[in-house]
């Protein structure tokens, strides 16, 4: 039942994706200043218009391109082989540390802590009751893909050291608790249905909370309250 949900929004959010690009395509024709309310309004739900690297302009336009549905598209289907349900075993998939090494997502919900996925608020408030991890997985904004101006340079990951390479991007925005990658089957991304970005606790090898996929559905403050209870 849980894999038939996943294959039913997965399939939802390509055909709404599909219209939302020929939405903002005609639009942008017909009342360009329209067009800009709208994505300053889709922004706000993931939280673009707070982020002072970017302007409209950067983000905006890529939103009613086809790379943006090809991107969709590529996150949807890897994340259709979702395995990660609350109340259910975590996948036990591979990573690899920053400096090569192979292991595995079990290494890291071994202690009685529950683990999660960022943030680094969230880390500083709750390092008492939970032990964190960030997963580096596919680069969602590559620069050979659906890419935002001015931001990092970074292309679509083609071996491992390009991968490991990238996530020293992340290592310098300092975010307080361990940094691994995904291995380039991308499997955890797959199996934990997280393209482009998504937040889980796990305690004792057991998913025991699942955030909504990114953009739109990633929420730390869902995270927040949901660790509040173990305090």
């Not at 038939?4 to 929004?9: A, C, F, G, N, T």
């Not at 292309?155 to 491992?160: D, E, F, R, S």
């Not at 990238?166 to 393209?195: F, H, N, W």
Request: one cysteine or more; aromatic letters at 14%.
């Amino acid at each position: 039942m849980r894999k038939l949900l996943v294959y039913l929004y997965s399939l939802c959010l390509v055909f709404f994706v599909f219209l939302q690009t020929l939405f903002l395509k005609t639009l942008s024709v017909i009342s360009p200043e329209l067009t800009k309310k709208v994505l300053l309004k889709m922004g706000e739900g993931v939280t673009m218009t707070q982020n002072e690297k970017f302007k409209l302009e950067d983000w905006g336009p890529t939103f009613y391109t086809w790379t943006f549905v090809k991107t969709v598209l590529q996150h949807t289907w890897k994340s259709v082989g979702e395995e990660a349900f609350v109340g259910y075993p975590a996948p036990d998939t591979p990573l690899y540390t920053l400096d090569g090494k192979k292991t595995s997502m079990s290494q890291f919900y071994e202690g009685s802590k529950p683990l999660l996925d960022e943030f680094k608020q969230v880390v500083k408030d709750f390092s008492a009751v939970a032990d964190f991890l960030v997963v580096y997985i596919a680069e969602a904004h590559a620069t050979d893909g659906w890419a935002f101006r001015n931001n990092v340079d970074i292309k679509q990951h083609t071996n491992l050291q390009e991968r490991l390479a990238a996530a020293q991007v992340l290592v310098k925005e300092d975010p307080l608790c361990p940094v691994v990658v995904d291995d380039m089957t991308d499997i955890t991304a797959s199996r934990y249905g997280a393209m482009p970005e998504r937040l889980y606790v796990l305690q004792s090898g057991k998913v025991i909370f699942q955030g909504k996929r990114g953009p739109w559905g990633y929420d730390p403050l869902e995270v927040r309250a949901f660790l509040e209870k173990f305090n």
